[in-house]
């Protein structure tokens, strides 16, 4: 058992950290969450909810350093992207069934689908480095393994269909219901989607090219339902594009 070896607790605690906060954590964030790891307080080894909440709360997770320091954060993965959008925008099921297909096509969906990673080491490597990386010497980025220029494409594109149209045959829909309440006030719908999605860490430049690109299409109280949909869609979707969203931090 992983929890019985030396080397397990910093192994172990240093890839969930990598999976929930930063993939670069430092020595020090991964040894404190170790430590939980070793004894929870409670002459406990291996407590689980200790070490996700020694990992959630430790300072180097929640200083507001990190927002502004190029090496924290990680890549959302697909799955977790499309997971948020569902839990933001009030999906639901008709038909009560929930049936999603695999969505592990790179070039068409999310290079990412539940249950099917290519092996049993996971859909990337702990310690995956871009071919073409600038990042500083022992830096790494796993998530990124899944990221070429197909992969990015079939995102934007299955997201495209998939804010419109749902899924299974649009079974599988997004209400919007507190986005189309503001679709007539293009900045404070950007502001909204800022919070739900990102957490308020858009930055004030790219909102400022949503807004502007939002208002490029008038849309009123009297405008089309069509109308008013579609501006919601447009902003969703640069949201879910923008590198402010798929970077976590």
Same mark, same amino acid.
Do not use: H
């Given at each position: 058992?992983?929890?019985?070896?030396?080397?397990?607790?910093?192994?172990?605690?240093?890839? %969930?950290?990598?999976?929930?906060?930063?993939?670069?954590?430092?020595?020090?964030?991964?040894?404190?969450?170790?430590?939980?790891?070793?004894?929870?307080?409670?002459?406990?080894?291996?407590?689980?909810?200790? *070490?996700?909440?020694?990992?959630? *709360?430790?300072?180097?997770?929640?200083?507001?350093?990190?927002?502004?320091?190029?090496?924290?954060?990680?890549?959302?993965?697909? %799955?977790?992207?499309?997971?948020?959008?569902?839990?933001?925008?009030?999906?639901?099921?008709?038909?009560?069934?929930?049936?999603?297909?695999?969505?592990?096509?790179?070039?068409?969906?999310?290079?990412?689908?539940?249950?099917?990673?290519?092996? *049993?080491?996971?859909?990337?490597?702990?310690?995956?480095?871009?071919?073409?990386?600038?990042?500083?010497?022992?830096?790494?980025?796993?998530?990124?393994?899944?990221?070429?220029?197909?992969?990015?494409?079939?995102?934007?594109?299955? %997201?495209?269909?998939?804010?419109?149209?749902?899924?299974?045959?649009?079974?599988?829909?997004?209400?919007?219901?507190?986005?189309?309440?503001?679709?007539?006030?293009?900045?404070?719908?950007?502001?909204?989607?800022?919070?739900?999605?990102?957490?308020?860490?858009?930055?004030?430049?790219?909102?400022?090219?949503?807004?502007?690109?939002?208002?490029?299409?008038?849309?009123?109280?009297?405008?089309?339902?069509?109308?008013?949909?579609?501006?919601?869609?447009?902003?969703?979707?640069? *949201?879910?594009?923008?590198?402010?969203?798929?970077?976590?931090?």
């Amino acid at each position: 058992m992983v929890e019985n070896l030396v080397v397990g607790a910093p192994f172990f605690c240093k890839q %969930m950290i990598q999976r929930l906060v930063t993939s670069n954590p430092s020595p020090a964030y991964v040894q404190r969450v170790a430590s939980v790891f070793a004894g929870n307080g409670k002459g406990i080894r291996g407590d689980l909810a200790a *070490v996700w909440l020694a990992i959630l *709360v430790d300072d180097e997770a929640r200083s507001p350093a990190g927002l502004t320091d190029p090496s924290f954060g990680k890549l959302r993965e697909p %799955m977790l992207r499309f997971v948020q959008w569902a839990r933001s925008f009030g999906v639901t099921s008709s038909d009560d069934k929930w049936i999603i297909d695999d969505l592990s096509d790179p070039g068409s969906k999310l290079s990412q689908s539940p249950l099917r990673s290519p092996s *049993v080491f996971n859909f990337f490597r702990p310690g995956y480095v871009p071919p073409t990386s600038s990042l500083s010497t022992g830096s790494v980025a796993p998530e990124f393994q899944l990221v070429n220029e197909g992969s990015v494409g079939g995102y934007l594109n299955f %997201m495209a269909v998939v804010l419109q149209k749902g899924l299974n045959l649009q079974r599988i829909k997004a209400s919007y219901t507190d986005e189309l309440a503001l679709v007539t006030d293009a900045t404070a719908l950007v502001q909204r989607l800022n919070t739900v999605l990102c957490a308020g860490q858009l930055s004030a430049a790219t909102q400022s090219l949503f807004v502007t690109a939002l208002n490029a299409t008038p849309v009123t109280a009297t405008s089309t339902d069509t109308v008013k949909k579609n501006r919601v869609y447009a902003a969703v979707l640069m *949201v879910l594009a923008s590198a402010n969203y798929l970077i976590q931090k």
